[in-house]
């Protein structure tokens, strides 16, 4: 599945695409199929987002590639600043 | 220490403002990202893996007690409780708000500091050796010559777009403390039958193509060196690569054009230069050293220390070094827990620093590149006193310069260039080493961690130096032995194929005990290696 995420313009935060708007949570990351492109481009024209991008994720909405599991999970030396403490950073 | 005179508070406050105005636009939407980004990137404010980042310049690495108090208000009122110190001797905040941004910066120019040329392909702070002015080995204190070439290069107009980002390191010692010749451009101040002057080395860096910086001058005299390192600069400004950003350090051009043909290039650039009158008077140049004026140091403070207490002894021989001064100490506070985070410290630990420099050395602090803080003129009727209070704060780690005293970048769990995580394995490997015992035993042995070919953390100069790179999508850990970044300079040697996290801390024990096996009386893991080569190490981690 393709999935899109950014920075929020304002506080930096990590977002995810839910389908209306923008979350912090991975977990409510929508599948945007081929429409990932025309989103980002007006989301980031309306500066609800920065710094956009399209990624890909398995079936279970993980990222397939470790940066992005990492921006989904937080820091994984800090757990207490963690977003997501149960995503699997490496994958077994 | 420099205190700001109101030129140069004048322009720090009009770049927090002009700064507030870009920020207010960006968030207006009255321009883009692609504009802004180099807007922010000159005031210190990157774009992290999670959040902006922003690396507030500390220059040459000396503070006062009011501006680390600002520090840990920053991290406290703007961040999340923590900073980032960093090889540059400058620290990093990893959670700003972009909105906040502005009122951040104007806070920190309350107490003389800023963010300025902490980015972009300018002359980023000047390094210089943490135990500037308490050192005995040192000619002369590199610091006013430091503070003048941050007057130098501060919105220098010539300057500020050269082909790539440029870094200066000055010393004054043989023993080389701040990796002076891994700099793009280093000096070591000598002197020559008595009259001061530097050698200048150019051309030296880590990245992806790591080079130690040729001797391009044995000797310039102190009243030339302003304008020789303008004529350094001059050179790699014009013929610089601009075309391949892998291209663009003055390193590859110093490289490709030869030193010969470098160095001849400057002497005709030099001898221009020496016409426009850049160097200072020597009345202004005095006016600067005024500020660096030794403190007030007792003359007849006590010169001996009560080793009785067995944990104070260990901390006192590991990370307390000579003064020039007789009854006073260079104390060493190791960042590097156990299990922690090389470079971080909480607000509070922030705090008690501050606290210990105003009440035990003159008011004054270093960072050093090896991401740790120095309190550079303690008296040894102190030293007892301040180890407790930095015990009582999880700060007396008595490991300086030991294995687990691990320099790290922070790699993929912040950084969005990394590819592979730096801190779980420095964390690993302290762990793996926690046995101070077994680590005085081992001896002196830079262990450094980057988390991509950028080289944040070092590796190239590391006794034992641990690159993470991208394999397939999976972090992969290349080894390599024989660097370092003190005088007797060398960069590391990949020794074999990579390992995962659990792999490369085991594969550094093996190393570790190889040695230890092997050294002869007095050898440090870099002498044995020298020594023996690589092979038997090879035999250890890879049989």
Redesign the interface.
Same mark, same amino acid.
């Given at each position: 599945m393709n999935l899109l995420t950014g920075?929020d %313009? @304002?506080?930096?935060? +990590?977002v995810w695409w839910n389908g209306k708007g923008w979350s912090r949570q991975i977990g409510d990351a929508a599948d945007v199929g081929d429409r990932g492109a025309i989103i980002l481009a007006a989301e980031?024209a309306a500066?609800r987002v920065? @710094?956009s991008y399209e990624i890909e994720a398995d079936t279970s909405g993980l990222p %397939?590639?470790?940066?992005d599991r $990492?921006?989904a999970a937080?820091?994984? +030396?800090?757990a207490d %600043?963690s977003v997501n403490p149960s995503i699997q950073i $490496?994958k077994g | 220490m420099y205190k700001y005179d109101t030129f140069d508070q004048s322009i720090v406050d009009a770049r927090v403002e002009e700064f507030r105005d870009q920020v207010k636009r960006r968030l207006a939407g009255e321009i883009t990202e692609d504009q802004f980004k180099p807007l922010r990137l000159m005031n210190g404010l990157y774009l992290q893996l999670h959040a902006y980042m922003l690396r507030v310049a500390v220059p040459y690495g000396t503070m006062d007690s009011r501006q680390m108090h600002m520090l840990a208000h920053i991290a406290r009122k703007y961040d999340r409780g923590y900073g980032h110190f960093t090889t540059r001797q400058n620290i990093q905040y990893n959670w700003i708000k972009l909105d906040e941004c502005p009122d951040l910066l104007a806070e920190l120019a309350g107490v003389e500091m800023h963010a300025i040329q902490t980015s972009g392909n300018c002359i980023r702070n000047i390094s210089s050796d943490q135990w500037a002015g308490a050192s005995a080995d040192e000619v002369a204190d590199p610091r006013p010559w430091a503070e003048l070439l941050r007057q130098w290069s501060s919105f220098h107009p010539e300057f500020s777009y050269l082909p790539r980002k440029f870094k200066i390191a000055v010393i004054a010692s043989d023993e080389d403390r701040a990796a002076m010749r891994l700099h793009d451009i280093g000096i070591q101040l000598i002197k020559q039958d008595g009259v001061l002057g530097g050698r200048v080395f150019v051309g030296g860096g880590m990245g992806r193509t790591p080079m130690i910086a040729p001797e391009i001058n044995p000797f310039v005299r102190a009243e030339d060196l302003l304008s020789y390192i303008e004529a350094c600069l001059r050179v790699y400004n014009r013929y610089g690569r601009r075309d391949n950003i892998y291209k663009a350090r003055i390193k590859i051009l110093v490289h490709e054009i030869g030193a010969d043909s470098y160095r001849a290039q400057v002497a005709e650039e030099f001898a221009h230069v020496k016409t426009l009158g850049i160097d200072p008077p020597m009345a202004e140049f005095d006016r600067i050293s005024a500020f660096f004026a030794p403190p007030a140091f007792e003359a007849d403070a006590v010169d001996s220390v009560d080793r009785s207490d067995p944990d104070f002894a260990v901390w006192l021989d590991q990370n307390v070094k000579p003064h020039k001064q007789a009854g006073y100490a260079i104390v060493n506070i190791a960042l590097k827990p156990i299990g922690g985070i090389p470079g971080d410290a909480s607000a509070d630990q922030i705090d008690v620093m501050a606290d210990l420099a105003k009440d035990y050395s003159f008011d004054e602090l270093r960072v050093t590149h090896a991401q740790n803080i120095v309190l550079p003129h303690v008296r040894k009727a102190d030293l007892h006193s301040v180890w407790q209070k930095l015990n009582d704060a999880a700060l007396a780690d008595a490991n300086l310069d030991l294995v687990t005293d691990i320099i790290a970048c922070p790699g993929l769990d912040y950084c969005s260039l990394a590819n592979a995580r730096s801190i779980p394995v420095a964390q690993k490997i302290a762990e793996r080493f926690a046995d101070l015992e077994r680590q005085r035993d081992i001896g002196e042995l830079k262990l450094k961690i980057s988390g991509c070919i950028n080289a944040c953390g070092h590796h190239h100069a590391g006794h034992i130096g641990i690159l993470g790179v991208d394999k397939k999508g999976v972090e992969n850990y290349q080894l390599t032995f024989g660097g370092s970044g003190a005088e007797d300079v060398s960069i590391g040697k990949i020794i074999g194929p990579g390992f995962d996290e659990d792999g490369v801390v085991d594969a550094v024990e093996k190393a570790i005990e190889k040695y230890r096996e092997v050294r002869t009386e007095g050898e440090r893991f870099l002498d044995t290696y020298r020594r023996v080569g690589a092979d038997p190490f090879k035999e250890a981690i890879y049989a």
């Open positions: 920075n %313009l @304002a506080s930096g935060d +990590v980031e500066r920065n @710094a %397939l590639h470790i940066k $990492v921006r937080g820091p994984t +030396v800090r %600043l $490496v | -």
